[in-house]
């Protein structure tokens, strides 16, 4: 039962770089999401998607892109990284509709850290 | 104002103990409510869903009052096991299954 699956699980990047986590889900969920959580603090919401095709920006959008091709994947890339996003990343989804409860399931987590 | 704020703590208490965590929401057109449990460095899980008449699951109560937009959890007896940071989770408004964190609270029980 895998649920939200994302990846890597850690990564160390270089100031300027780029790279994609990697975000897939198998509960044909319509709602997917990116939060960061940076030490002592919330989740912030990044990006979310309600539905392949349709993406929106979350609070703190700025240095990031997604994609949502298909319903199960949610991928997010980060350009020319900055020490400002190191910090933990979320991928998580939940099936949004009239009579759902909007339960928002949460992959592992990735820890990204920017030198 | 942050639009999901929650008591800072952290809470140490004695196991056996009561304790509540308090949650106030910005936005009067929230809809759904939600307690969600992360333990360290690990990713948050649903705990509770809250509902207008309250609800409880064992040793937990949760509470809703709308008119003063204000979440409630309490914890009762309790357990070592429930040491974590509890994150109060709101709905934003009628955008669906946008969901806002609060920064959550630690609680941490002793022997």
């Known amino acids: 039962n895998a649920g939200v699956t994302q990846t890597p699980k850690f990564r160390i990047l270089k100031i300027g770089q780029s790279m994609t986590l990697q975000c897939t889900q198998d509960?044909?969920?319509?709602?997917m999401y990116w939060y960061r959580q940076d030490p002592g603090m919330g989740l912030k919401l990044i990006y979310y998607?309600?539905?392949?095709?349709?993406?929106d920006k979350g609070e703190v959008p700025n240095g990031y892109n997604v994609s949502r091709s298909t319903t199960e994947d949610f991928p997010l890339r980060l350009e020319l990284a900055a020490p400002s996003q190191t910090s933990v990343y979320f991928c998580?989804?939940?099936?949004?509709?009239?009579?759902?409860?909007?339960?928002?399931?949460f992959g592992e987590g990735s820890w990204l850290t920017v030198v | 104002r942050k639009e999901v704020e929650q008591d800072p703590g952290p809470f140490n208490v004695p196991e056996g103990a009561t304790v509540a965590f308090n949650c106030t929401y910005s936005?009067?057109?929230?809809?759904?409510f939600f307690w969600y449990r992360q333990d360290c460095r690990k990713e948050p899980k649903l705990l509770m869903s809250?509902?207008?008449s309250g609800n409880e699951d064992g040793r937990f109560t949760a509470q809703l009052n709308r008119a003063s937009q204000y979440i409630s959890l309490l914890i009762r007896d309790s357990k070592l096991s429930d040491s974590a940071t509890y994150l109060c989770?709101?709905?934003?408004?009628?955008?669906?299954?946008?969901?806002?964190f609060g920064q959550g609270t630690e609680l941490s029980v002793k022997p």
């Open positions: 809250v509902y207008s």
């Open positions: 998580a989804s939940s099936y949004v509709g009239r009579s759902s409860g909007n339960t928002i399931y």
């Open positions: 936005n009067s057109a929230s809809q759904s």
């Open positions: 998607s309600v539905g392949a095709g349709i993406t």
């Open positions: 989770v709101v709905n934003r408004g009628n955008q669906g299954g946008k969901l806002i």
């Open positions: 509960m044909n969920h319509n709602y």
